[in-house]
């Protein structure tokens, strides 16, 4: 590998990831960015798991979305060692797997009958309960070398750099959104009951407490109704 060019691509490739409009747009690109970059590399995808669930994002290609469900079904597989923090181990690493593999037993040979030859997963990014990883498949055994690892790793370093901007991005445009939404709710119940703003904010946190209702959802209610909703 010529790592000066892969270099300059990644570069290329961070500076993409950053651009994305959404969330949805970066993990998309990332993923692409593996089978583009990464030799060897037919299909990539995302696993996130949230406690004991676990969701496929951004698959580039159905045979992904397809093992990630194997995996979850089995609970078992490179992915999901990837993604537990409890690990504490980076990269998983699956060279052949025709080879006898003692760490997955039930999932290397129904990966196998899959069409799987080969694949990778690194720890992509941890996030209060959350934990993902960067899945790099190939139907060829043997495709995946150390110098495909090392190129996966700087990879998904530079990923989760731009899945946790594009995180905040949009939790801050969600806050801000939010925040418009009260106010507006607020204007509303200020001019009906003709009320000081206080008192038509304290209005809405009551109602949110006593129904179980989150704040942003009760100001969407009564932006659509024009009041609050009868208890």
Known sequence: ????????????????????????????????????????????????????????????????????????????????????????????????????????PDFVPEALRLGLGSMMGFLLF????????????????????????QAGVLLASHAAVALSAARSHAQMEQAVATRHQIGQAMGILMARHNIPENEAFNRLRDYSQNNNVKLREVALLVCGQGALPQR
Not at 30 to 48: F, K, M, N, W, Y
Not at 140 to 146: K, L, V
């Open 126 to 149: 941890t996030e209060d309960e959350d934990f993902g990883a960067l899945n790099f498949y190939s139907r060829r055994p043997g495709a995946f070398t150390e110098e495909s690892e």
């Open 1 to 104: 590998m010529d790592w000066q060019v892969f270099a300059e691509q990644i570069g290329v490739m961070a500076q993409d990831l950053l651009k994305q409009s959404s969330v949805d747009a970066t993990l998309t690109r990332i993923t692409g960015s593996a089978t583009e970059l990464v030799a060897g590399c037919d299909a990539a995808g995302i696993l996130v798991l949230s406690g004991p669930e676990s969701v496929s994002l951004a698959p580039s290609e159905p045979l992904v979305a397809e093992l990630d469900q194997l995996q979850r079904k089995l609970g078992q597989g490179p992915c999901f060692d990837a993604a537990r923090r409890s690990t504490m181990k980076r990269v998983f690493r699956i060279a052949d797997f025709t080879d006898a593999e003692s760490r997955w």
